[in-house]
């Protein structure tokens, strides 16, 4: 799969700002500063499309890109900044709840982790959110290029234990500045869409 056309379609933090329904949607939510702007930008072959912030915590918007006019990729406000205040996360946490829980066309989130670090109680918090919600099974690791290939693989096998992850759910390593892992990633994009796709022909 390759991305050819990219644009911001709409900035929401209430659903009457959604753009309407209609389209798969495939979102990307992490931790605060975890690369997520990046790895779009990688994914879209944008410099640009999704801005790179110096403050963590700074977009506290759900960001609709529209991809190849065939899908959306959804930027969800990276969690657990220690700065933003008890009510401004419990607003994050009811934009969240209401975007994941009756979005139409939503197929899957996928989660970043820091590849360099044991998952926080919060990435926990968030995956097992998504598996509530069906929407877990894949996690992309990011900055990998910070890890020597063997410490990779541990790092990698303590993200799956750390998160309760199942054997069929995928960890898959990426490097935004190395541009390097965000194939795979494309890849199960693609067979998400696929399946949708399938699904949408037998429902007709």
């Given at each position: 799969m390759q991305i050819n056309k990219?644009?911001?379609?709409?900035?929401?933090?209430?659903?009457?700002?959604y753009p309407e329904p209609g389209v798969p949607e495939i979102a990307f939510a992490g931790r605060s500063n975890v690369g997520k702007s990046s790895l779009l930008n990688l994914l879209t072959r944008r410099k640009n499309l999704a801005r790179v912030s110096g403050s963590p915590g700074k977009t506290?918007?759900?960001?609709?890109?529209r991809i190849n006019d065939e899908f959306?990729?959804?930027?969800?406000p990276g969690y657990g900044?220690?700065?933003?205040?008890?009510?401004?996360?419990?607003?994050w946490g009811a934009m969240?709840?209401?975007?994941?829980?009756?979005?139409?066309?939503l197929l899957k989130v996928i989660q970043l982790v820091d590849i360099r670090h044991k998952p926080s109680a919060?990435?926990?918090?968030?995956?097992?959110?998504?598996?509530?919600?069906?929407?877990?099974g894949i996690v992309v690791a990011t900055k990998s290029d910070k890890v020597s290939s063997n410490q990779r693989s541990k790092n990698i096998s303590e993200i799956r234990k750390t998160l309760g992850m199942s054997k069929s759910d995928k960890i898959i390593a990426v490097s935004a500045l190395k541009k390097s892992g965000h194939e795979a990633l494309l890849d199960e994009i693609n067979k998400l869409l696929e399946s949708y796709e399938r699904t949408e022909e037998f429902d007709v």
């Open positions: 990219s644009e911001l379609e709409a900035v929401a933090v209430k659903s009457v700002q506290r918007t759900i960001n609709f890109y959306r990729i959804v930027d969800l900044y220690a700065r933003v205040s008890k009510s401004e996360s419990e607003k969240m709840e209401g975007y994941l829980e009756n979005r139409e066309g919060q990435d926990v918090q968030m995956y097992d959110y998504l598996r509530y919600f069906n929407l877990d």
